[in-house]
């Protein structure tokens, strides 16, 4: 999966919350009262249904544990004795027992793979010493996130008042998590045996849907149905969303299909190189290449136009990685992004006087439009 950076991420989330949707025809008719897909690294609304209504959202809660978990402890191998109050929380359990050792990482598969109540109760607690102080924290990290229509008001996502989440804020809340390889670890994990029990995980789409690699699912009465979920495939990645789904495996399944059936997610410049002449140096000519990928979201019908800007010519010397002009893409007229094309290799001068000034704003001024050229 290709990751983004902190500041690349944090972008994408801000893009999520006015993200436009891209819709084409035959999206498949869902069960769920919300729901959104989107596709992870550019924030691109895919599909939306209610997803800014605020709702219960039962074990999909633990997304947001984990992370915080995960970003309060370093040492996830610490043992912990659990206490007598964190055992018997209605609900599903990891089934601790008063005065077990386990570690926080254990906790944290007893908690995403077993949907554990009581771990999540155990993490609250280790944590930050109760769960109404672990809320806080949670609360802490939806308001940096972005969440506009969340507030926790406990670990494990049994219905308070106070309590709720969005569609919308689920999919932000599962980007930053699997940002986190540890928690991609255990999200991930089929079975684990800790101590005498072994525990599945809950969420089934693991191994009944192609390329699905993470998520949680979750179930109240009042809440009904409620899975996040993840999934890969070419190189695209979506989060999916439903709440209150009677047969939430099904639109999931159905929304990826038709998804990856719909849209493509590539690297529009992978393959694409120029050459630039050279003044003075040891070679002719330089190639450019674009500084990194430029991923453009499109659905298989449309085409992708590129415009590039490049200098009619450079002077020597020339250093790898220089600068030299930039390249951005548009779908349907609309611009979708822009990089920076750079040299590759570096060409020594051979004359022996440096440029003049006269010569330097020559070469500044010295640009071209470059060809415009569709990419099917």
Not at 75 to 93: H, K, M, N, Q, Y
Request: with cysteine.
């Amino acid at each position: 999966m290709k990751h983004i950076a902190a500041a690349a991420l944090a972008a994408a989330l801000i893009f999520l919350l006015a993200a436009p949707v891209m819709a084409i025809d035959a999206a498949p008719a869902l069960s769920a009262q919300a729901a959104i897909l989107v596709e992870a690294d550019t924030g691109t609304v895919l599909l939306e249904q209610n997803a800014d209504e605020q709702r219960l959202i039962a074990s999909t809660t633990k997304i947001m544990t984990a992370l915080v978990v995960l970003e309060q402890w370093e040492d996830l191998d610490t043992s912990v004795t659990v206490e007598a109050a964190w055992t018997g929380i209605e609900g599903s359990s990891m089934y601790l027992t008063a005065g077990q050792t386990v570690t926080v990482r254990e906790l944290l598969y007893g908690l995403l793979l077993a949907s554990g109540n009581d771990a999540a109760t155990a993490l609250a607690c280790v944590t930050a010493g109760s769960e109404e102080a672990f809320a806080a924290l949670m609360n802490e990290k939806a308001a940096a996130l972005g969440c506009e229509n969340t507030h926790f008001a406990n670990p494990h996502g049994l219905n308070a008042e106070g309590h709720y989440s969005s569609a919308r804020d689920l999919v932000i809340i599962m980007a930053a998590a699997i940002e986190n390889d540890t928690f991609r670890e255990i999200t991930g994990t089929v079975s684990i045996t800790i101590g005498e029990n072994t525990f599945t995980n809950h969420n089934r789409l693991l191994w009944e849907c192609e390329g699905v690699f993470g998520g949680k699912t979750g179930y109240t009465q009042a809440a009904g149905r409620t899975l996040v979920t993840c999934c890969q495939r070419e190189g695209m990645t979506l989060i999916c969303v439903t709440l209150s789904d009677p047969d939430d495996w099904t639109d999931h399944t159905a929304l990826y299909d038709w998804a990856y059936g719909a849209y493509t997610n590539s690297d529009v410049l992978a393959e694409a190189a120029w050459t630039v002449p050279v003044i003075g140096g040891e070679t002719e000519e330089v190639t450019v290449t674009a500084a990194e990928p430029l991923y453009v979201l499109r659905t298989v019908e449309q085409d992708v136009t590129v415009q590039f800007t490049l200098p009619s010519f450079v002077y020597a010397p020339v250093e790898a990685g220089q600068t030299a002009g930039q390249a951005t893409a548009y779908v349907d007229g609309q611009e979708m992004g822009t990089v920076t094309l750079v040299c590759t290799q570096t060409v020594g001068q051979t004359e022996e006087q440096s440029l003049t000034l006269w010569e330097k704003i020559k070469s500044f001024f010295g640009w071209m439009e470059g060809n415009i050229y569709t990419l099917p």
